[in-house]
C-alpha cells in the first residue's frame, strides 16, 4: 500500500500522543495548536489512506478508544447525556477497524435494538425511534441533534446487525433522507448522485457511499447499483477516473504526497472509486 508510506501518514502518525489519541476526539472540535487535527479526523484520514487495525497507529488508536469505553464513570444527568453519545462514538469508530471488540460490539447491538423497533411495514418511523431510544438509555440521556438517526455514528455503528427486512427500510430511509447522513459534508439526498462528478460535493457523496457500502447484504448493494452506473459513466475512455483539482480537502483527497502531476491525481481518484465500485458489485 504506497499512501501508508507517504507523507500524510507520516504526518498524521507523528501527531499521535502517547495515549493512542490526537487530542480531543469529535471532528467538529476546535483545532489546538498543539492538536491540529482530532481522533476522529485521524481515523477517518487514515481510512482512505488504507490502514487497518494491523497498523500500529491504528490499533493504539482502537485499544485507546477501547479503554474511554472501560473507564467511562456516570456522576451525573450530564453525563450521563454525554456518555451515552461518547460511547456510540467510540464504538462506531472501533467497528470501522474491527468487528472484535466485545464493548463495542455490545453498544452496537443496543443500537440495532433501537433502530430494528422504528422500522414498519410501513416505512421508518421517527417517533417510534426516539420512543425505543428512551427505552434503551433512558430519558434523562436524550438529546434529539445528538442521537439523530441519520447521523454517521449510528448509521456506521449498525451495519451488517440488523435482520434483513429492518436492514431494508432502514437503509431506505438513510437513502432517501433529504439532508443526507449527518457530519460527512453532504446534506443532500443519497438517491440522487451529484450532477457535477469533478466537484467537491461529488467527493462527499461518495464518502456517504463508502459508509453505506458497509452494509454488505445483496439487497443493499443493489440499492447502490446506480451510483456503480453513474461511476462507470463518468469514466475515461483510459479506464480511469479524475475528479479534478476541486476535491483536493486533505480529507479524502490527495492521497499522494503531492497533486503537482495531474497523473497523480487520476491514479487517486481511480484507486478510491475502484475500491468503491468492487465494493458495490461484491
Known amino acids: 500500500m504506497p499512501y501508508k508510506n507517504g507523507v500524510w501518514a507520516k504526518t498524521i ?18 483545532p489546538r ?37 472501560l473507564r467511562k464513570q456516570k456522576v451525573s444527568n450530564a453525563d450521563a447525556i454525554s456518555d451515552t453519545y461518547n460511547d456510540m462514538m467510540y464504538a462506531a469508530w472501533i467497528r470501522q ?49 445528538s442521537i439523530s438517526f441519520n447521523k454517521f455514528y449510528p448509521v456506521a455503528i449498525v451495519a451488517n446487525l440488523l435482520e434483513a427486512e429492518k436492514e431494508r427500510i432502514f437503509f431506505e430511509k438513510i437513502l432517501s433522507n433529504p439532508t443526507g447522513i449527518y457530519y460527512l459534508g453532504y446534506d443532500r439526498a443519497l438517491n440522487t448522485p451529484p450532477v457535477a462528478f469533478a466537484s467537491k460535493d461529488a467527493s462527499r457523496f461518495l464518502g456517504a457511499i463508502e459508509v453505506l457500502s458497509q452494509y454488505s447484504s445483496n439487497q443493499c448493494r443493489q440499492k447502490l447499483g446506480f451510483v456503480v452506473d453513474w461511476l462507470n459513466e463518468n469514466k475515461a475512455e483510459d479506464g480511469t477516473w479524475d475528479m479534478g483539482s476541486s476535491v483536493k480537502d486533505n480529507l479524502y483527497f490527495p492521497l499522494s504526497d503531492s497533486w503537482k502531476k495531474v497523473q497523480d491525481r487520476k491514479i487517486d481518484c481511480s484507486y478510491r472509486i475502484t475500491n468503491i465500485v468492487n465494493a458495490l458489485i461484491g
Open 33 to 69: 495548536a498543539h492538536a491540529p487535527i482530532t481522533t476522529e479526523q485521524a481515523l477517518r484520514r487514515l481510512k482512505i489512506l488504507g490502514f487497518s487495525i494491523e497498523d500500529e497507529v491504528v490499533y493504539r488508536a482502537v485499544q485507546y478508544m477501547h479503554d474511554c469505553l
Open 13 to 30: 502518525a507523528n501527531l499521535q500522543t502517547d495515549d493512542g489519541s490526537w487530542g480531543q476526539f469529535h471532528s467538529m472540535a476546535i
Open 97 to 145: 477497524f474491527t468487528d472484535d471488540d466485545e464493548y463495542a460490539n455490545n453498544i452496537a447491538c443496543q443500537w440495532s435494538q433501537v433502530i430494528s423497533k422504528a422500522c414498519m411495514e410501513y416505512g421508518f418511523d421517527e417517533a417510534l425511534y426516539y420512543a425505543a431510544y428512551d427505552d434503551q438509555f433512558g430519558k434523562i440521556k436524550r438529546e434529539s441533534l
